[in-house]
């Protein structure tokens, strides 16, 4: 019987690894609107009560990051920002390209 008892307890160590690793990763998939919770609890047969603990968790610990260290995480976040503005900022201006290319283009056929 003991010896039952350690496998189990070498497969819930196994299980906690897997899923600190896969849940950073599924929550921040989650959370950066990737999939849903909904989607994950189907792929790894989990009910998604446990999921949405997971994010509600991560959140947390986000919280509590930034009033740990807020200048640390507010750099990190306004980098992000300023990325993503970046990158919108390209994808408008090819849009506005293929515009002007287009209606040169069409003044052309006329």
């Given at each position: ?12 160590e196994e299980v906690k ?39 509600d968790e991560a959140k ?30 390209e994808a408008m201006l ?17």
């Amino acid at each position: 019987m003991q010896k039952g008892h350690h496998v189990s307890m070498v497969m819930e160590e196994e299980v906690k690894r897997w899923t600190a690793k896969r849940k950073a990763a599924l929550v921040t998939e989650i959370i950066q609107g990737k999939t849903t919770v909904a989607e994950a609890s189907r792929a790894f047969d989990m009910p998604p009560s446990e999921i949405e603990e997971w994010v509600d968790e991560a959140k947390r610990g986000m919280e509590n990051a930034l009033r740990a260290k807020p200048l640390d995480v507010r750099e990190q976040y306004e980098r992000q920002i300023k990325e993503l503005q970046e990158a919108y900022g390209e994808a408008m201006l090819e849009l506005r390209a293929r515009k002007k290319l287009a209606s040169l283009l069409g003044e052309e056929d006329k």
